[in-house]
């Protein structure tokens, strides 16, 4: 007999939840946003914050997670300022030294070879067709690590900036494999003063 009550309420209960189910609607949602969300665009007006867009905002004075700032400035004495104090970290890391070397070498020939040539003579295949005159060899420039790593953030003359497609990292394994071109030049590893163009 209780089996049969048990059976009824199972089935009174089933019976109760179908008829209010209407497959045109869905039923009742417990978070309806995860449902259907406000697509938002960045920096666009919200209701969700009194204050409107500015709660959206980073605040005043912070930066990119990762991202370091350069202290230097665009400026000559900016230039001067990192050529002499400026010295690449990744030298301190003895280990690794082959491994940034390597990597080094890749991105030079992506982005610096086509100009400065495989060698650092200046005899890339940009110069040998005259798109780019003038082009230095390592050989003929006094360059520092700080020098450098300058002229990669910055620009220099017609060369651009490459701040964008290296990181900073990046930007030293640059620097380390022209030190190494340097030597493999015949120039000394580091000189005190740098006359132009890299």
């Not at 890339?124 to 450098?148: C, H, M, N, V, W």
């Not at 953030?153 to 990292?169: F, I, W």
């Amino acid at each position: 007999m209780r089996s049969f009550i048990k059976i009824g309420m199972v089935l009174g209960t089933a019976a109760v939840m179908t008829s209010c189910f209407n497959k045109s609607k869905p039923n009742y949602q417990f978070m309806p946003n995860m449902y259907e969300e406000v697509g938002y665009k960045t920096y666009q007006e919200s209701d969700a914050f009194k204050n409107g867009v500015e709660a959206q905002l980073p605040a005043e004075n912070t930066i990119n997670r990762g991202w370091m700032p350069y202290d230097y400035e665009d400026t000559q004495e900016g230039k001067a300022l990192a050529t002499v104090e400026l010295k690449n970290p990744l030298t301190a890391d003895s280990l690794a030294v082959e491994d940034n070397l390597a990597k080094g070498k890749e991105l030079y020939g992506i982005y610096c070879a086509v100009c400065h040539g495989d060698k650092g003579d200046g005899q890339g295949i940009l110069a040998q067709r005259e798109k780019f005159l003038g082009i230095p060899s390592y050989a003929d420039r006094e360059t520092t690590e700080g020098s450098i790593y300058h002229v990669i953030y910055y620009g220099l003359n017609s060369m651009g900036s490459y701040a964008v497609q290296l990181d900073e990292k990046e930007r030293w394994q640059v620097v380390m494999y022209v030190e190494q071109l340097k030597k493999d030049l015949g120039v000394g590893a580091n000189n005190s003063e740098e006359k132009t163009e890299e």
